[in-house]
Protein backbone atom coordinates (compact mmCIF):
# COMPACT_ATOMS: atom_id res chain seq x y z
CA UNK A 1 0.00 0.00 0.00
CA UNK A 2 1.48 3.28 -1.18
CA UNK A 3 1.34 6.54 1.34
CA UNK A 4 1.16 10.03 0.29
CA UNK A 5 3.96 11.79 1.46
CA UNK A 6 3.97 14.26 3.97
CA UNK A 7 5.74 17.55 3.42
CA UNK A 8 5.47 20.78 5.36
CA UNK A 9 4.41 22.53 1.75
CA UNK A 10 1.66 20.09 1.14
CA UNK A 11 -0.11 19.74 4.39
CA UNK A 12 0.09 24.14 5.13
CA UNK A 13 -1.51 24.64 1.43
CA UNK A 14 -3.89 21.95 1.53
CA UNK A 15 -5.63 22.90 5.19
CA UNK A 16 -5.61 26.69 4.54
CA UNK A 17 -8.08 25.95 1.41
CA UNK A 18 -10.18 23.89 3.13
CA UNK A 19 -11.48 25.73 5.86
CA UNK A 20 -14.77 27.64 5.57
CA UNK A 21 -14.25 31.44 5.42
CA UNK A 22 -16.11 32.63 8.73
CA UNK A 23 -19.11 35.63 8.50
CA UNK A 24 -19.15 38.42 10.81
CA UNK A 25 -22.51 38.93 11.61
CA UNK A 26 -23.72 42.13 13.44
CA UNK A 27 -24.91 41.99 16.90
CA UNK A 28 -28.76 42.58 16.75
CA UNK A 29 -29.78 44.23 19.93
CA UNK A 30 -32.76 41.54 21.07
CA UNK A 31 -34.76 44.54 22.54
CA UNK A 32 -34.41 46.84 19.57
CA UNK A 33 -35.85 43.78 17.30
CA UNK A 34 -38.48 42.76 19.55
CA UNK A 35 -39.58 46.81 19.59
CA UNK A 36 -38.96 46.85 15.69
CA UNK A 37 -41.33 43.80 14.82
CA UNK A 38 -43.78 44.83 17.28
CA UNK A 39 -44.03 48.26 15.28
CA UNK A 40 -44.16 46.62 12.13
CA UNK A 41 -47.15 44.43 12.96
CA UNK A 42 -49.46 47.34 14.57
CA UNK A 43 -48.12 49.21 11.43
CA UNK A 44 -49.78 46.17 9.50
CA UNK A 45 -52.88 45.89 11.06
CA UNK A 46 -53.59 49.35 10.33
CA UNK A 47 -52.80 48.62 6.77
CA UNK A 48 -54.61 45.81 6.67
CA UNK A 49 -57.62 47.56 8.14
CA UNK A 50 -57.84 50.15 5.62
CA UNK A 51 -57.57 48.34 2.92
CA UNK A 52 -59.73 45.32 3.59
CA UNK A 53 -59.48 44.65 0.15
CA UNK A 54 -55.94 43.05 0.31
CA UNK A 55 -57.12 40.15 2.53
CA UNK A 56 -58.19 38.11 -0.19
CA UNK A 57 -54.36 37.75 -1.60
CA UNK A 58 -52.14 35.46 0.00
CA UNK A 59 -50.41 37.11 3.41
CA UNK A 60 -46.76 37.16 1.56
CA UNK A 61 -48.17 39.39 -1.09
CA UNK A 62 -49.99 41.53 1.59
CA UNK A 63 -46.43 41.61 3.34
CA UNK A 64 -44.91 42.86 0.08
CA UNK A 65 -47.05 44.96 -0.48
CA UNK A 66 -47.22 46.64 2.84
CA UNK A 67 -43.88 46.80 3.11
CA UNK A 68 -43.55 48.42 -0.53
CA UNK A 69 -45.98 51.11 0.50
CA UNK A 70 -43.76 51.65 3.96
CA UNK A 71 -41.09 52.21 1.89
CA UNK A 72 -42.23 54.69 -0.81
CA UNK A 73 -45.01 56.46 1.64
CA UNK A 74 -43.12 56.37 4.93
CA UNK A 75 -45.50 59.64 5.72
CA UNK A 76 -48.30 57.09 6.26
CA UNK A 77 -46.84 54.50 8.54
CA UNK A 78 -46.04 56.87 12.16
CA UNK A 79 -44.16 55.09 14.68
CA UNK A 80 -46.51 53.56 17.31
Same mark, same amino acid.
Given at each position: ?????????????????????????????? /??? +??? %???????? @? #? !???? *? =????? /??? +??? %???????? @? #? !???? *? =???
Amino acid at each position: MASLPSSPTSSSSGSASTSPPQLRLPLINP /LAL +QES %LRQNLAQF @N #T !FITQ *F =PFLRI /LPV +QDQ %LSIFFSSK @N #T !FPML *F =PAT
